[in-house]
């Protein structure tokens, strides 16, 4: 029976840059799970890469039809945008372990949606000023930086994702990624003691 690999962290903390290496890596053979969000495309970003870009009306259209695992949503400085995790037949734990990055209340629905055997967290940390250094970086390379939604996002993810709310999940272990290639190799080690 397959296993689902969630990788979490707050923003900036390197999970777009772990999640690339550990799904390339043919040792692991994990199938990516892309996510949906109704939020605007990036520059750096591609469709069905990073995520699948909808509108509210698709989202709509997924949820009267049952398809709608985990869902969230973030009053934003530009508007509600939401995320979520569709059944859309990429998973088959039959046939594959699966990787995808997830926030602490997504991964809590997906293992009450998947069965707790068989989805596994792996919370990435960093401090927080090489955090913020991170988001200033990638923001400055938008057409149109919007600093008051990566301040707003920085300062909800200390909240998101506080000792308590790690504790209530039963999330202790963590990934520190103050160097790249010996935390990905600590998330590597872990992942194959477990398939």
């Known amino acids: ?17 772990i999640f690339k290496e550990i799904k390339d890596d043919k040792d692991l053979n994990l199938k ?25 009306e698709e989202l709509d259209k997924f949820e009267s039809e049952n398809k709608v695992i985990e869902k969230r949503v973030y009053d934003t400085v530009n508007g509600k945008w939401y995320y979520c995790t569709i059944n859309d037949s990429q998973i088959d734990l039959d046939k594959y372990n699966y990787l995808l990055i997830t926030t602490l209340e997504s991964y809590r629905d997906i293992k009450a949606y998947y069965g707790e055997d068989k989805v596994y967290p792996f919370y990435i940390d960093i401090d927080d000023g090489i955090r913020l250094e991170r988001a200033l970086e990638r923001e400055r390379r938008q057409a149109k930086p919007n600093y008051d939604e990566l301040c ?24 520190i990624n103050e160097d ?8 590597r080690e872990d992942v194959l003691n477990l398939i």
């Open 152 to 175: 707003r996002r920085f300062l909800a993810d200390n909240q998101d994702f506080s000792a308590k709310n790690l504790s209530d999940l039963n999330i202790n272990k963590f990934y």
């Open 32 to 56: 990516p799970v892309v996510s949906y969000t109704t939020r605007p495309q990036r520059v750096d970003e591609t469709q069905g890469v990073e995520y699948f870009f909808i509108n509210k």
């Open 1 to 17: 029976m397959g296993k689902i690999f969630c990788l979490m962290g707050k923003s900036s903390s390197g999970k777009d840059t």
């Open 180 to 187: 790249l290639q010996e935390c990905i190799k600590n998330i």
